[in-house]
């Protein structure tokens, strides 16, 4: 697997180019070689591609809302192809009932978005956070999505943080989607002293990480993204450095 990062992570420096454009460079000389897009910082897809070319960089996949893919699904198709990003991954779209039927009208629009993107030869996956964890007849949220969408439809990209933070065994759900993930997110997690879940940098927390890797070596995942939702803990920028060094110490490619 390769080591990327999600640009989320700086989402801050979106402001103005000038600052996006010394952040991603910023990236470029930490040693990372692919991202994740989350927005076009206010670009055009050529303009922010270029600042991406010019810097080394390549783009390994996109996030972007389920919601605009059904609304504007051949501006969303144009972007990722400008971008040269084939996959694309989608969460959840925010809908608050617990029942069965309103999971499974969600999962005939992700089918729906799935589609329309595959026409353009662009894979969508489905990235979890905590909230598909929870349980309705027995099974996971994510369960009843990951199964009510055909494998040659839909990816997944699991999200190592969020499991553990939902009460599952990330290292579990990588083994049980292992030939559907299109990539992984790495995100540690550690305590703060008041007793709070927090977001550290990789390799500085409390997961298992020897089981993780083990499980995403034997995967479909081609790519192990570093994101930060948020860092109370650590100054940003070295917890980006930290997680990349790590990472690259256990042996992920940086090339």
């Known amino acids: 697997m390769k080591i990327a990062i999600q640009l989320y992570t700086i989402r801050e420096t979106y402001g103005s180019i000038e600052e996006f454009s010394k952040a991603v460079k910023i990236l470029s000389d930490i040693g ?47 972007e990722q192809l400008a971008l040269n990003a084939l996959c694309c991954n989608i969460s959840w779209p925010g809908s608050q009932s617990h029942d069965i039927e309103a999971i499974k009208k969600i999962v005939e629009k992700i089918e729906k978005a799935a589609s329309m993107l595959k026409t353009h ?47 599952g065994d990330p290292a579990m759900w990588i083994k049980k989607y292992a030939n559907r993930l299109n990539s992984i997110h790495f995100k540690d997690m550690g305590m703060s002293h008041d007793n709070k879940q927090a977001m550290v940098p990789v390799g500085t927390g409390n997961l298992n990480w020897q089981k993780i890797l083990a499980a995403a070596k034997e995967s479909t995942a081609k790519y192990a993204i570093v994101e930060m939702d948020f ?12 997680s990349f060094e790590n990472m690259k110490n256990w042996g992920l490619e940086s090339e």
């Open 121 to 167: 030869g662009i894979i969508l996956g489905y990235h979890n956070h905590g909230i598909e964890f929870a349980k309705c007849d027995g099974k996971t949220w994510l369960e009843i999505i990951m199964e009510g969408v055909s494998p040659e439809t839909l990816t997944t990209q699991i999200d190592t943080y969020w499991v553990q933070y939902g009460g």
């Open 32 to 78: 990372y070689r692919y991202v994740e897009t989350a927005g076009l910082a206010n670009l055009t897809p050529e303009k922010f591609k270029k600042i991406m070319d010019d810097n080394g960089l390549k783009i390994c996949s996109s996030h972007v809302g389920l919601d605009r893919i059904l609304k504007e699904p051949q501006v969303v198709a144009s």
């Open 231 to 242: 860092c109370p803990l650590y100054p940003l920028w070295e917890a980006i450095r930290i």
